[in-house]
């Protein structure tokens, strides 16, 4: 119950373009950098992360990092980024000899290597312990309007980060005046819901003393906070220990209740 705090961001947050765009710009440096042609650009948001990026499409290649995210090659696209790269079209007629196909594996597989060591470079300061059971995120990866060729998957806490970095500042807490002390002393009370579930009538009938009512809420997500009886904030607290009470770490400035 005295965990580290995490950041957290609704779902609708992780899933917009707004999470996508730090990607986007990194894309462009490395594009320009490797590319003759073209240039990677990223499918337009983060999605919930599927055990097989590309089902039976095809042998994958996977560069992974301690930030938290590791990237996915496909075998049969790859041709399509070396194209890129020597801005020339790579057909079965340049695949001729073992030999061809070793040099090409492996002026891909470079470039790739770079993109996942620069990402990993942009990512370290978001990088933290991932507990148990953690959300994964994909981003697939396309050479222009081409087919997917590469996909980015994620930890949950990385894509939050990449959200946060555009997101808006807390709102300005003005001054207070005269009137505004007054209310200041005022006391309002202050909730926090642990979680809910429900119950068939048989099964509540069925409880007895030390069964477990499992709720609702994953252990790793921040609270709701209700004031005077009305929810003000999402995910704004987590539960803590105070001494022998419980307590609300705060996760979130009030400001932006």
Known sequence: MTGTPRSWLPECALTSPIAVKPVTDWLDEWSRAWLVSGRLTPAPAWCEARRDTWG?????TQWQHDSGFHISSRADTLPLLAGAMLGHTITDRD????????????????AISDLSSQLDAKLQGG??????GEAEYCLPLCLDAGPEILAITA???IVTELARRYAGQPRSRPEPGQRSQAIARQKIGISAVIGRTRL???????????????LGTPTDRPLDVSMGGTTRSA???????????????????????
């Open 56 to 60: 039976d499409a095809g042998r994958t």
């Open 95 to 110: 695949i001729r000899t073992p030999g061809d196909r070793i040099v090409i594996d492996d002026l891909v597989k470079a």
């Open 127 to 132: 990088a933290q312990p991932a507990p148990a």
């Open 155 to 157: 930890r949950r806490s």
């Open 200 to 214: 068939g009538l048989r099964e509540l009938e069925r409880l007895g003393v030390g069964d477990v009512i499992t």
């Open 235 to 257: 995910a704004a607290a987590s539960l803590a220990l105070q001494g022998e009470r419980f307590g609300l770490r705060i996760e979130r400035h009030v400001n932006e209740w």
